[in-house]
């Protein structure tokens, strides 16, 4: 399975991103798919999930009414994060992940290092 985000960049406190992530290469009938992010001298933190087969999601209570998760119509095999009212400590390496089922993965303890696929990830930086 392969991960290819886009997006990322700097902006200031109260602006907008979006970041999209395209996978490929997976056989699975259902998957989790979303976000992760990492700040320097933090652990890695789950952001937004989604089930893709109900397309059922779930956020980080910080990031809850501020970020969107959503599926590509055209393309199934893309998700994107909006990011909206961005903050300063939402500045972060952001890694699109997927994993087959366990959605759970991306809030439990210890959850990032049983996640199968990682993109490369992109940095977001809040001024």
């Known amino acids: 399975v392969q991960l290819v985000e886009s997006g990322g960049g700097s902006v200031q406190a109260g602006g907008s991103l979006r970041l999209s992530c395209a996978a490929s290469?997976?056989?699975?009938?259902?998957?989790?798919m979303g976000w992760f992010r990492q700040a320097p001298g933090h652990e890695r933190e789950g952001v937004a999930v989604?089930?893709?087969?109900?397309?059922?999601?779930?956020y980080a209570d910080s990031v809850k009414g501020r970020f969107t998760l959503s599926r590509d119509v055209e393309s199934w095999n893309t998700v994107f994060l909006q990011m909206s009212s961005l903050k300063p400590e939402d500045t972060a390496m952001y890694y699109c992940?997927?994993?087959?089922?366990?959605?759970?993965?991306?809030?439990?303890?210890?959850?990032?290092?049983?996640?199968?696929?990682w993109g490369q990830g992109t940095q977001v930086t809040v001024s």
């Open positions: 992940a997927a994993t087959p089922d366990h959605c759970e993965l991306f809030w439990v303890p210890g959850g990032p290092n049983h996640v199968t696929h």
């Open positions: 290469g997976y056989t699975y009938s259902s998957i989790c």
């Open positions: 989604m089930y893709t087969s109900t397309e059922t999601t779930s």
